[in-house]
């Protein structure tokens, strides 16, 4: 059963500083996905991650992928207030084009940049 | 583009009432379709997925049910309700740049 972790799942931090959330998932996987939702909304979502070694960046955040240690990374730099949300990674059970993919979430780490 | 409906936003329903909630579709053909389920405070759960019309996998036993009568649409069901029914739930497909999309969710309250 594929297990996936995330931590912190909760940060408090100030304005301009930086910050790195951490994704551990149980089983071999090189699809991971990256998630905001603000409170009483949808998902939205961030980043793709397809391979390992892959970098994406949006903004103050960029998310990386270690498909060798099952890690992936959020770091956040120079926070700002409007990055207060709640952040999922999501690791994909693809099973082959005629099961689809299948998304187990982390539990999510919920971020609040104080001013 | 691609959008995503779910409805109703929100539903207040008592123990032991049928449900049904709606999603669908537009702008793209033959997706694939889930249906999760977030309670309060907590992360997403795969309740079913679907590939085609009229195929249906469950991820866990519950006392929930999922049709896809039509291409772009996926209905979840049940009979009767329970308490530990209630939750936020989330339609969403998954598009050709992998990437899985969610509609807006309807928030369920079961009392």
């Known amino acids: 059963e594929l297990k996936v972790e995330q931590n912190p799942l909760f940060l408090s931090m100030q304005e301009g500083k930086n910050y790195t959330i951490y994704c551990n998932y149980s089983?071999?996987?090189?699809?991971l996905y990256w998630y905001r939702q603000d409170p009483g909304k949808s998902l939205e979502s961030l980043f793709v991650?397809?391979?390992?070694?892959a970098v994406k960046q949006e903004g103050r955040l960029m998310a990386s992928l270690d498909t060798k240690a099952r890690l992936s990374t959020l770091h956040i730099t120079a926070a700002v207030h409007d990055l207060s949300a709640t952040y999922f990674c999501?690791?994909?059970?693809?099973?082959?084009?005629?099961?689809?993919?299948?998304?187990?979430f982390g539990e999510g780490t919920q971020l609040t940049v104080n001013p | 583009s691609q959008t995503i409906h779910q409805w109703p936003a929100t539903l207040v329903q008592p123990v032991g009432s049928p449900l049904s909630l709606e999603c669908t579709v537009e702008g793209t053909s033959n997706p694939n379709l889930y249906w999760y389920r977030q309670a309060a405070g907590r992360g997403l759960q795969l309740l079913f997925y679907s590939v085609g019309i009229g195929q249906i996998s469950s991820e866990v036993p519950q006392n929930l049910s999922a049709s896809r009568p039509q291409d772009r649409q996926f209905i979840l069901s049940s009979k009767k309700l329970l308490l530990s029914d209630s939750g936020f739930y989330l339609c969403?497909?998954?598009?050709?740049?992998?990437?899985?999309?969610f509609g807006p969710g309807t928030r369920l309250t079961v009392l």
């Open positions: 991650l397809l391979s390992n070694g």
């Open positions: 089983t071999t996987s090189d699809r």
């Open positions: 999501a690791v994909d059970r693809h099973l082959g084009s005629a099961s689809g993919s299948r998304l187990t």
């Open positions: 969403a497909w998954h598009g050709g740049y992998n990437e899985q999309f």
